[in-house]
């Protein structure tokens, strides 16, 4: 009932940038945080950036000063501005919603995360 895509990934060298784009769609009644997270080989995934619905954002360490999160709440997207990449940031990355649904008999559920499918980013030295 709802999905989550991503684009914008791809290869990249050391130092450049890239903007991954996210749109949810489907029978969605709101949007809670919307975020990215990342998983390398052998990695656990990790919260790379987050924004709540009133725009208030939070970075990890590794990150800040170098992405930024953003959201159209009219779309029901949410970007995220990367520069200035390390090959460190390489990792597929994934969408992550808090949303809540319009049931096919309108019922309105409790909030619950979706995840898109990922998208590859690599950096090279």
């Known amino acids: 009932q709802v999905q989550l895509v991503e684009s914008g990934g791809g290869l990249v060298q050391a130092g450049g940038s890239l903007r991954l784009s996210c749109a949810a769609s489907?029978?969605?009644?709101?949007?809670?945080?919307m975020a990215w997270y990342r998983q390398a080989p052998g990695n656990q995934r990790e919260l790379v950036a987050s924004?709540?619905?009133?725009?208030?954002?939070d970075y990890a360490a590794s990150v800040k000063h170098r992405f930024t999160v953003s959201r159209d709440s009219a779309k029901n997207t949410v970007d995220l501005q990367m520069n200035s990449l390390k090959p460190e940031d390489t990792a597929v990355y994934y969408c992550n919603a808090e949303i809540r649904i319009i049931s096919s008999d309108n019922t309105i559920l409790p909030p619950r995360p979706y995840w898109g499918q990922g998208t590859q980013v690599t950096v090279s030295p």
């Open positions: 489907g029978s969605i009644f709101g949007i809670n945080t």
């Open positions: 924004i709540t619905r009133g725009g208030n954002t």
